[in-house]
């Protein structure tokens, strides 16, 4: 799966930390990376492995699947050994799963198309 989001300064002060803070090693920063790809998987995979680059960059996703990724990865990070969903990312999830679902067409064969494509 492909990842679209860097440690920020955002994710950074979630997590308790400053953007320049002394306190954060190199062990911490690995934590970080790992359970941000662990939680774009998580989300993708819940949304739909099929969906492509186009769905998650497009203004109105990207904010929520930012969102989304970063509730869940803060969760993982700070609480490992209860490694759950919060309930706002699981609602997020299901918005962008409908978002998602209603960019597709199912077209006369069967198959599916992006909304606003036709099959010759």
């Not at 002394?22 to 990376?33: C, G, V, Y």
Request: net charge negative.
């Amino acid at each position: 799966m492909t990842t679209y989001l860097k440690i920020d300064d955002g994710l950074k002060r979630s997590l308790g930390y400053l953007p320049d803070d002394d306190a954060l090693d190199s062990s911490d920063e690995e934590r970080m990376e790992a359970t941000l790809k662990g939680a774009e998987n998580y989300v993708q995979g819940a949304i739909g492995e099929d969906a492509d680059d186009s769905f998650y960059k497009d203004d109105s996703v990207f904010e929520l699947y930012k969102l989304a990724v970063n509730a869940i990865a803060t969760n993982w990070f700070l609480h490992p050994s209860a490694a759950v969903s919060s309930t706002t990312a699981k609602q997020i999830i299901g918005q962008l799963r409908g978002t998602y679902d209603e960019s597709k067409v199912v077209n006369d064969d069967g198959a599916t198309s992006e909304l606003g494509q036709t099959n010759s």
